[in-house]
């Protein structure tokens, strides 16, 4: 019985040290004044701008201070392009990805804007 119990608590702990190990999703958080309807990056520097990400979010936008996660992107330095639901586009230069966690964009970061 000892033994037995002894094998469950070893699953157990295994169980949580996996689940904890388990980066948590890279999620955008978007702290420019308007709703995105797209969000794409590319390598900085580079204009292969992969899928809109935007399409993540239940509602397929990103409103003022909304999250939304970030898929099939690396960690590293992006140039996003973001449209927002006025059908401005801008972009943000040089933005830090990281692994794991949130990185933000603000109505500062943008630049290069146009109707």
């Known amino acids: 019985m000892i033994r037995i119990f002894g094998l469950s608590a070893v699953l157990v702990v295994a169980a949580f040290a996996s689940f904890a190990a388990t980066p948590s ?24 701008f992969g899928i809109n990400q935007a399409l993540n979010d239940k509602d397929k936008a990103v409103d003022f201070d909304e999250q939304v996660r970030v898929t099939n ?5 992006y140039d996003l392009r973001l449209r927002d639901v006025k059908g401005r586009v801008c972009f ?4 830090n990805v990281p692994a794991e966690g949130v990185f933000s ?8 804007c146009a109707r």
């Open 105 to 112: 964009v603000g109505e500062k970061d943008l630049v290069d």
């Open 25 to 48: 999703p890279v999620k955008m958080w978007n702290l420019t004044p308007e709703t995105l309807a797209e969000i794409q990056l590319a390598p900085a520097g580079t204009t292969g």
């Open 73 to 77: 992107t690396p960690p590293g330095r």
């Open 92 to 95: 943000a230069r040089n933005v």
